[in-house]
């Protein structure tokens, strides 16, 4: 089975120190956001060579079962193995689009095992994202998950616009930016900052500047860090100092 595969070539490179580490890491201790959450201590790199080497022989009910799992590093090569096969799919020209909206409808209904920050963020803009890079009337998806009481619903909708973003886009980032504004969790600060600085970077400092002179004031001080870190000096100080 290929499950069987899987877990044994995830399990040869496990490591106990290190998994001890990514737990405290990844703040799984009790009332930590990762609570309950379970490392093998396996690396990303070696994730992504067993995705590599299975996820083409891979089916649905066997990435069903990876991401029940209750160890991180089985949840995240299932993960990693949807994106691929989304990559897989979005590079053939014809009969892609229900491949695609498959994975897709999968991801989104599996999200409650999606739950911790590299889960999210190495996966929401390649699937997510990239899936509604030419459906903008089914970004309202987007939206609802920014107002949920879930967090990583939250954070997968704001790394959702990276995708966005890498295409130019900057209207739904900045529309979820705003709902977020007030969130009050640190990873979501962490999350919607650092989207915001990737738009000034990326497609417009001029267009980050006007949304950061309408809300810097009232943002959480991590966002507005995150935001203006590529700023130069006296413009970031003016910004931290509240001159602008």
Do not use: C
Not at 21 to 39: A, W
Not at 41 to 67: A, H, S, W
Not at 129 to 152: H, V
Not at 186 to 193: F, M, N, Q, S, Y
């Amino acid at each position: 089975m290929p499950y069987t595969k899987i877990t044994k070539d995830l399990k040869k490179t496990a490591n106990k120190e290190k998994a001890k580490l990514l737990m405290g890491f990844f703040k799984t201790g009790k009332g930590q956001y990762g609570e309950g959450d379970i490392f093998i201590g396996v690396t990303v790199p070696n994730i992504r060579k067993t995705v590599v080497e299975y996820y083409d022989e891979t089916n649905f009910e066997t990435i069903q079962k990876l991401l029940e799992s209750g160890i991180h590093e089985y949840r995240l090569a299932a993960l990693l193995m949807l994106v691929k096969k989304y990559e897989t799919v979005n590079k053939v020209k014809t009969q892609n689009i229900a491949s695609q909206q498959k994975i897709y409808n999968f991801y989104l209904k599996n999200t409650q095992y999606v739950n911790n920050w590299d889960l999210v963020d190495l996966t929401a803009p390649n699937i997510v994202g990239t899936y509604l890079l030419d459906k903008p009337k089914e970004r309202n998806r987007l939206y609802t998950m920014a107002k949920s009481k879930d967090l990583w619903k939250k954070r997968i909708a704001i790394l959702a616009t990276f995708a966005l973003i890498r295409n130019n886009e900057t209207k739904d980032v900045l529309a979820i930016s705003k709902i977020l504004l007030k969130d009050k969790h640190d990873l979501i600060h962490k999350a919607v900052g650092w989207m915001l600085r990737e738009l000034g970077k990326r497609v417009s400092q001029e267009k980050e500047e006007q949304f950061l002179k309408r809300h810097y004031k009232q943002m959480p001080r991590t966002m507005l860090r995150y935001a203006i870190e590529r700023f130069e000096e006296k413009k970031r100080q003016s910004y931290l100092k509240g001159t602008v």
